[in-house]
T-cell receptor, first 112, second 107 residues
Framework: DGGITQSPKYLFRKEGQNVTLSCEQNLNHDAMYWYRQDPGQGLRLIYYSQIVNDFQKGDIAEGYSVSREKKESFPLTVTSAQKNPTAFYLC???????????FGPGTRLTVL | KQEVTQIPAALSVPEGENLVLNCSFTDSAIYNLQWFRQDPGKGLTSLLLIQSSQREQTSGRLNASLDKSSGRSTLYIAASQPGDSATYLCATNDMRFGAGTRLTVKP
């Protein structure tokens, strides 16, 4: 089946630790995105990538880092510099930046 | 900076009713607008994407319209069903999302 997978579904982290969220797609899409969603709010863009080995900051990139070494994979690292990391994280992909975006099931991160 | 607003934040209707969800945006220089559905604790499912050159897009009981000049889009749901209960979000192609409208369709 074609689609986007995110793992893990739930993640718990102690303060001061870095954690990496996985996002994999087999849709052969060039563009991939990471968003953060807080309760009652819309999605906010963290990072996006148009092509392998290239990525751009979104509106709330501080405290996060990404890599795009393979077309299929776009992992997100939440660093200890992120002040309020508890949120629902969503990964998406599309053929190009102006095409339909397809989303993964999300990862809920909780900082203890 | 683009701002996307969805009003109302929540809507409750009886089953069978036709309804309209609203989305407004501040920068009309958009290439397209997309409507999504989100069930609690889940990812987003794409419903419709309207190009700036189009005025409407239809999929089954859903019809989305786009008026760039007024900075508005609407999602029309015909003959609503309890299974339509979800949060509906709109997004412009510059990756700006509204906060969503939480729809409840009562049997």
């Amino acid at each position: 089946d074609g689609g986007i997978t995110q793992s893990p579904k739930y993640l718990f982290r102690k303060e001061g630790q870095n954690v990496t969220l996985s996002c994999e797609q087999n849709l052969n899409h060039d563009a991939m995105y990471w968003y953060r969603q807080d309760p009652g709010q819309g999605l906010r863009l963290i990072y996006y990538s148009q092509i392998v080995n290239d990525f751009q900051k979104g509106d709330i990139a501080e405290g996060y880092s990404v890599s795009r070494e393979k077309k299929e994979s776009f992992p997100l690292t939440v660093t200890s510099a992120q002040k309020n990391p508890t949120a629902f994280y969503l990964c998406a992909s599309s053929t190009g930046l102006t095409d339909t975006q397809y989303f993964g099931p999300g990862t809920r991160l909780t900082v203890l | 900076k683009q701002e996307v607003t969805q009003i109302p934040a929540a809507l409750s209707v009886p089953e069978g009713e036709n309804l309209v969800l609203n989305c407004s945006f501040t920068d009309s220089a958009i290439y397209n607008l997309q409507w999504f559905r989100q069930d609690p604790g889940k990812g987003l499912t794409s419903l419709l994407l309207i190009q700036s050159s189009q005025r409407e897009q239809t999929s089954g009981r859903l019809n989305a319209s786009l008026d760039k000049s007024s900075g508005r889009s609407t999602l029309y749901i015909a003959a609503s069903q309890p299974g339509d209960s979800a949060t509906y979000l709109c997004a412009t192609n510059d990756m700006r999302f509204g906060a969503g409208t939480r729809l409840t369709v009562k049997p």
